[in-house]
T-cell receptor, first 112, second 113 residues
Framework: EAQVTQNPRYLITVTGKKLTVTCSQN?????MSWYRQDPGLGLRQIYY???????DKGDVPEGYKVSRKEKRNFPLILESPSPNQTSLYFC???????????FGAGSRLTVL | DAKTTQPTSMDCAEGRAANLPCNHS???????VYWYRQIHSQGPQYIIH???NNETNEMASLIITEDRKSSTLILPHATLRDTAVYYC??????????????FGTGTKLQVIP
């Protein structure tokens, strides 16, 4: 089944403790992206990647890092999480054949 | 990337057609109009997209004005399960590359029994 898989789905952590949210897609898509969703603010793009080793900033990249060493994986890294990064995070990949963006189920992160 | 404007919320009676409007007056010639919906806090679900022509699939119809500055998503027979936040976005297809995309806050559709 074609899907975008995020892990963990839920995480509670403390300020400053590095964490990684993984994202994997099994559809051989070149394009992948990360979004965060906060009440009243909709979905805002954090980073995107056009292909392996090609990444660029979205609208809210501060405090985040990404890497794209292989096509299927696009992890989101929080080197030193802060409470303002408490949010719901979504990973997505783009099917260039169907011109459709497919989202993962989301990862709810709480930073204390 | 072009921005979109949608009403904050709408109600629709169950069984009736739900018509959700979207303005995208700064859309570029190579940008598509896409509609997604999000139920509770699940991942946004693709509904439909189009470039110039009206489109229909098993979920909905998309009507795009001739000048492409606005569009309407039509759910022909709304059910309670259609209660969700609906997002209208514009973005380039594969030929134009896929870059920054802004989802905005969408329209919260409440289907009423």
């Amino acid at each position: 089944e074609a899907q975008v898989t995020q892990n963990p789905r839920y995480l509670i952590t403390v300020t400053g403790k590095k964490l990684t949210v993984t994202c994997s897609q099994n559809m051989n898509h070149e394009y992948m992206s990360w979004y965060r969703q906060d009440p009243g603010l909709g979905l805002r793009q954090i980073y995107y990647s056009m292909n392996v080793e090609v990444t660029d900033k979205g609208d809210v990249p501060e405090g985040y890092k990404v890497s794209r060493k292989e096509k299927r994986n696009f992890p989101l890294i929080l080197e030193s999480p802060s409470p303002n990064q408490t949010s719901l995070y979504f990973c997505a990949s783009f099917n260039s054949g169907a011109n459709v963006l497919t989202f993962g189920a989301g990862s709810r992160l709480t930073v204390l | 990337d072009a921005k979109t404007t949608q009403p904050t919320s709408m109600d629709c009676a169950e069984g009736r057609a739900a018509n959700l409007p979207c303005n995208h007056s700064t859309i570029s010639g190579n940008e598509y109009v896409y509609w997604y919906r999000q139920i509770h806090s699940q991942g946004p679900q693709y509904i439909i997209h189009g470039l110039k022509n009206n489109e229909t699939n098993e979920m909905a119809s998309l009507i795009i004005t001739e000048d492409r500055k606005s569009s309407t998503l039509i759910l022909p027979h709304a059910t309670l399960r259609d209660t969700a936040v609906y997002y209208c976005i514009v973005m380039k297809g594969n030929s134009g590359g896929y870059q920054k995309v802004t989802f905005g806050t969408g329209t919260k559709l409440q289907v009423i029994p």
